[in-house]
């Protein structure tokens, strides 16, 4: 009986353990896709984020087009005023003035109007001023504030006849510029452009008039003459001109109307693509002077100029017809003698 009892017992705690431990351990299921959690994406470092390059906007300038003209006496020519990366600017102002007054003259473009004007462009619609004395324009301008302004376009257009034989420029003295605030825009003065006039006649004189038609009478046959070879007006040996930082000789022909090759002939360089800012070169195109001419640069005076070619300021400013109080302007040409 005892060992019954305790076989009992046994089965008794075999079936209590059992009972507690829960079914036997097996293989753990594999979970469906719809079972999984969904994939996380990593977060990128702040420092790896894809940069944003901010909207580069061309500075407000102004240029001439063309820069360089060349034209005969009596012939009409247009040079326009252009403006880019004006986009803020809803107001501008500007004074040129044509220097040799001698050389060239501003021709009115409406002769139905009173005074002589230039003719606007479509950029700055609204004219405020707009007037020509002498060899001096005074133009003002302006446009209604809107989202999309145009960045760039036409200012103005000057047209120009040549009266004499020589060398004029056109020179920016003043440039004014507003936004919509009324805040000003700040415009560097553009550089001068150069006009070539060629032809017989004399300085300062005005353009030859055709004579009213006449009746044409049968005249005899004259005698044979000698033809007499009519001598050329001077033109000049060229303009010395001081390369300035960011320039080459290429864009430097271009604004004068020639060659690089040309420019690095007449100045002796060996290599026209090797040029070195502050480097003077000889430009062989006309100067207006019986000899040759210097292109008055930014920080330029009359006593540096007269040092560079070993002249004296009363020499300089008396071959040049200046006065006492030794003024000269970016873009002037100088006649000047090398020594």
Known sequence: MRWQTLALTGTVMML?????????????PTPTLEELPPPVTPLAPFELSPAVAPTEERPPSLY???????????????????????????????????????VAQIVDSDPAGAGVQVAPGDL????????????????????????????????????????????????????????AAGNPVKMALPASGIISVTGPGTPGAPPPTQPPPQDIQPTPAPLPTVAVRPTPAPTGRGIYYVVQPGENLFRIGLRFGTTAEAIAAASGIPDPQRIQA??????????????????????????????????????????????????????????VVRR
């Open 278 to 335: 502050g480097t003077m070169v000889l430009i062989p195109v006309p100067s207006g002077c019986a000899g040759y001419g210097y292109y008055v640069q930014p920080g330029d005076t009359l006593y540096s100029i007269s040092r560079r070619f070993r002249m004296t300021v009363e020499e300089l400013a008396s071959l040049n017809g200046i006065g006492p109080d030794y003024n000269i302007r970016v873009g002037q040409i100088l006649c």
């Open 124 to 179: 700055f619609p609204v004219s405020l001023a707009n007037q020509v004395e002498g060899n001096l324009v005074n133009f003002q301008a302006m446009r209604d504030p809107g989202e999309s302004l145009p960045t760039g376009g036409v200012v103005a257009a000057i047209t120009l006849q040549g009266i004499a034989p020589g060398m004029a420029s056109l020179q920016f003295t003043h440039v004014g510029a507003q936004d």
């Open 64 to 102: 001439l087009d063309p820069p360089t003209v060349s034209l005969s006496v009596g012939q009409n020519t247009t040079v326009r005023i252009w403006a880019e990366g004006v986009q803020k600017v809803t107001s501008l102002s500007l004074q040129v003035r044509l220097e040799p007054g001698s």
């Open 16 to 28: 209590f353990l059992t009972s507690c431990g829960g079914p036997s351990p097996g293989p753990t």
